[in-house]
């Protein structure tokens, strides 16, 4: 299992989405409401896979241009479900959708005993029964509780917001929850963490599927940072630090950059004028790990990016992202996301459909 999931799907993924203009056939989108979804969830897969999304700023540029994706709302009776937040939500479409999906999406949902009790409804099993064998399902929060209950995760890795942890554990023991990332991808499934972790996994998508460009037009539309790696810790119950001239913020935005510079522990606590000691407990404190542990995903970091969004050499990309040598880059990006450089920047180097 890798955190960026099978470059066979997403490749055949991408080819699917590459034919749109030609066949004018959106990828079609299937948005599954259950009562109580979170409201904020239930928009996000028409907000960033929208064609105003696409081309923000632009009203009407794309209507001569078939839009990648088409995207649909359904409930499991066609009536209103009643959202987190108190209002009813109709369905833009009848189930039936489910059937024709290309992408399946169910948002997370609250007072469920799909949550409380990890048991589904007859009704919801049979309209899961009636996708598409190759359908990519796509799930945000507890969304993953369905999932796991129609037993798409079993036997792999999955991720929810940690506050679910325990239940989640409880009644799936046969998936292999990881509670400290924020989404987790296998090419047919995927799954998120909370809330802000659903936008991070909805442009990952966008990036495997129409590349870094396309997306990266999104997150500007959206006002949002346009990506997160799905290795990223969650937040979890983590003090925010007190901002003082004593804390590791200033270092670290020191050490960001000059990545491309040898930087060693040593390094870092002379810049922050403190000891080594100090420096290690302080930023450990802060930042729930180790200065090195940090460092190294700063570097994987900066190296995917310049993977997905420049033409540099290999050795190049490991000289500014700080590995000094293409073998160095190499080891870390297979640890880090389970794919070489090269292989990297194919599957995410896609052109826009």
């Known amino acids: 299992m890798a955190l960026l999931g099978t470059s066979g799907r997403k ?44 081309d923000p700023g632009w009203p009407g540029r794309l209507s001569d241009t078939p839009p990648p994706y088409a995207v649909s709302m359904c409930t499991l009776d066609d009536g209103p479900v009643m959202t987190s937040a108190g209002y009813t939500a109709l369905p833009t479409h009848p189930n039936t959708v489910v059937a024709q999906a290309d992408t399946i999406v169910v948002p997370g949902i609250t007072n469920s005993t799909i949550v409380t009790h990890g048991e589904l409804p007859a009704a ?55 509670p400290d990332v924020l989404y987790v991808d296998h090419g047919d499934v995927l799954t998120s963490a909370g809330n ?13 599927d129409l590349g870094t460009e396309a997306a990266n037009r999104v997150a500007r539309g959206a006002v949002v940072a346009p990506w997160r790696a799905g290795g990223q810790a969650q937040f979890i119950a ?24 040898p930087i060693g522990l040593s390094d870092l606590a002379r810049h922050a004028g403190t000891s080594v000691r100090t420096f290690t407990r302080r930023f450990r404190e802060e930042t729930g790990e180790t200065a090195g542990t940090w460092l190294a995903r700063a570097r994987v970091e900066r190296a995917r990016h310049l993977l997905e969004t420049t033409d540099l050499p290999v050795d190049r990309v490991a000289e500014a992202a700080g590995f000094g040598t293409s073998a160095s880059l190499r080891q870390h990006l297979t640890a880090a996301v389970g794919l070489s450089p090269l292989a990297y920047r194919r599957t995410y180097r896609a052109e826009p459909a």
Not at 14 to 26: N, S, V, W
Not at 196 to 208: E, N, P, Q, T, Y
């Open 124 to 178: 919801l099993v049979e309209l899961a029964a009636t996708a598409r064998a190759d359908a990519r399902w796509l799930s945000i929060c507890t969304g993953a509780f369905v999932l796991a209950g129609l037993g798409k995760l079993d036997g792999r890795e999955a991720t929810t917001h940690w506050v679910y942890e325990e239940l989640f554990r409880h009644h799936f023991p046969d998936v292999t929850l990881n």
């Open 238 to 261: 983590r003090p925010v630090p007190d901002p003082s001239d004593t804390g590791t913020g200033t270092t670290r935005t020191w050490a960001l950059e000059h990545l491309d510079e």
């Open 196 to 208: 802000a972790a659903g936008i991070d996994l909805l442009l990952h998508v966008l990036r495997s």
């Open 11 to 54: 490749d055949t993924m991408c080819k699917d989405l590459a034919m749109t203009t030609a066949t004018q056939e959106p990828h079609r989108v299937a948005v599954l409401a259950l009562d109580g979804v979170v409201a904020f969830e239930l928009g996000l897969p028409h907000r960033f896979f929208s064609a105003s999304a696409l």
